[in-house]
């Protein structure tokens, strides 16, 4: 009697525990250049303090973290493919998506090839030369927000990445990775701004080029749709939603700076 007492008991509070955990948590569905920028690392305990939550990331390549929110492995969808997100809630896996906030993306490379870029004002251009010259170049190649739109300029370059030689590389890889490959290899990648600020190994590596709009690298936050995930914390992910685009969250992101450098913009009222 008394064992089947303690048994009742132990389910009792195994149960009770998960449901107060997962009341007391936030899982987001991230990028991971949002994660190695630090941009996590800087706003989320603003959030669990005011709200008392837990929040925890699962950074992935965008195309991943969308298929991690289809599937419902996460509460919350913040990602950088405009055209995907859209289309996550056009087919009801999401009820709104919304634009979070942006900064640009960038080619990094060798010191040695920055005379080479000085007089190129169009990214496809600058996609060009690379092709042109056989600069050995690093694609992170996983389907992310920056692999797409990588991909796209090379499109719009009338340069098909499949039928090219052994000087492109692609490594399947999130954006720290990418970055420490390429230079340890003398090699070009393509990069989101805030992820190079704050990357340390830098080495002899530059910003070779940055000066084209098509690089715009916009930011989404999409909820996933109730009665898609039924599993899922809706509530603390829509408390973090409407937190992270009121005045105080956009405020906070234009906040985030490094060494005086916002690595973000917030436009949650802009262009949505």
């Not at 991230?30 to 706003?43: E, L, N």
């Not at 005379?115 to 060009?128: E, G, P, R, Y």
């Not at 170049?137 to 009338?158: L, N, Q």
């Not at 990648?189 to 190994?201: E, P, V």
Request: charged share 20%; hydrophobic share 40%; with cysteine.
């Amino acid at each position: 009697m008394k064992l089947l007492i303690k048994t009742i008991f132990v389910i009792f509070f195994v149960s009770f525990s998960k449901i107060l955990y997962s009341e007391s948590t936030l899982k987001i569905l991230s990028t991971t250049s949002t994660r190695d920028s630090g941009f996590y690392a800087y706003i989320l305990p603003f959030f669990e303090e005011k709200f008392n939550i837990q929040t925890f990331t699962i950074s992935t390549g965008t195309g991943q973290a969308i298929m991690n929110a289809k599937n419902c492995n996460g509460d919350i969808l913040i990602t950088h493919a405009k055209n995907l997100e859209n289309k996550f809630v056009e087919e009801n896996y999401g009820i709104s998506r919304n634009n979070l906030m942006y900064n640009n993306f960038i080619i990094i490379g060798p010191s040695k090839f920055k005379s080479l870029f000085l007089s190129i004002t169009d990214v496809k251009d600058a996609f060009k030369l690379i092709y042109e010259k056989k600069l050995k170049f690093v694609s992170r190649g996983d389907k992310s927000g920056t692999h797409i739109s990588e991909k796209k300029i090379w499109s719009r370059a009338d340069i098909d990445v499949n039928k090219i030689g052994s000087w492109y590389l692609k490594v399947g890889q999130g954006m720290g990775s990418t970055l420490n490959i390429a230079i340890a290899m003398d090699a070009l990648t393509y990069s989101d701004s805030a992820t190079w600020l704050k990357f340390s190994n830098k080495q002899s590596h530059k910003i070779l080029f940055n000066e084209d709009t098509m690089m715009m690298n916009q930011y989404g936050i999409v909820l996933i749709n109730p009665k898609y995930c039924n599993n899922i914390n809706h509530n603390n992910a829509r408390l973090f939603h409407d937190w992270i685009l009121s005045n105080e969250g956009q405020s906070l992101i234009r906040n985030y700076k490094y060494e005086n450098t916002s690595l973000f913009t917030p436009n949650y009222k802009e262009n949505n």
